[in-house]
């Protein structure tokens, strides 16, 4: 029986192309220079650092400039709240995006359902699998869900046959 998987996984790999292009920017830029901006990982978890909430949000600029020429989605960024480490200096905490939460993927799924289209989605985790009898009905929930659900990016993984 013909299936894929629907899944929010962002790729890591150009995310720390991203954060290292943007870090080089921050170092050789004149409106950063003497301030301590910069942008560190740990493993989904990106923390930005900056002397004010000014230069935070430039620093934030750059970071999501260099994934948008890096096709990543900004979609993927969970941005957390400012909080001051001291002084004037202040971080944020912004998260990478990983697998679908579980009231999305029940939307996903009562989507496909209302849809009345010839397939079956269920839930396996953090992800979404839809399986049909025809390849075109698979075709058709791909698009129904590209159309529908716009508040994340979706990938289509594991197209069997």
Known sequence: MPSFDIVCEANMIEVKNALDQANKEISTRFDFKGSDSRVE??????????????????????????????????????????EKIGGDKVKQVIKVRNGIESELAKKIV??????????????????????????????????????DVTEVPLNFQNFRD
């Open 41 to 82: 990982q740990k493993e989904r978890e990106l923390t930005a650092y900056a002397d004010d909430d000014f230069k935070l949000g430039q620093v934030r600029d750059v970071l999501t400039g260099k994934m948008a020429k890096r096709n990543v989605d900004t979609r993927f960024l969970d941005i957390g709240k400012v």
């Open 110 to 147: 009562k989507v496909i359902k209302e849809a009345k289209l010839k397939v079956q989605a269920s839930i396996q985790g953090e992800e979404v699998r839809v399986s049909g009898a025809k390849r075109d009905d698979l075709q058709a929930a791909i698009a129904l869900v590209r159309k």
